[in-house]
């Protein structure tokens, strides 16, 4: 959530969970795919560098 954009905005959680619902439905391997295409949309052209990078998904599938 703090990927930086060319003006220094942080993405954001808002703007991370927004790509994760929008891809809910999909294969939990396609929507981090989308996650990280948005954060990297974010940070097209910034000059703010990028040192790290950690993700987890999880979808829950339900109770027994």
Do not use: W, Y
Not at 8 to 30: E, F, K, R, S
């Amino acid at each position: 959530v703090e990927a930086r954009d060319v003006a220094g905005n942080q993405i954001g959680t808002g703007h991370i969970i927004g790509a994760l619902m929008a891809h809910c439905d999909h294969p939990i391997l396609d929507a981090t795919k989308q996650m990280i295409q948005a954060v990297e949309r974010h940070i097209a052209g910034s000059p703010h560098k990028r040192d790290d990078v950690a993700i987890v998904n999880v979808r829950f599938l339900g109770q027994d």
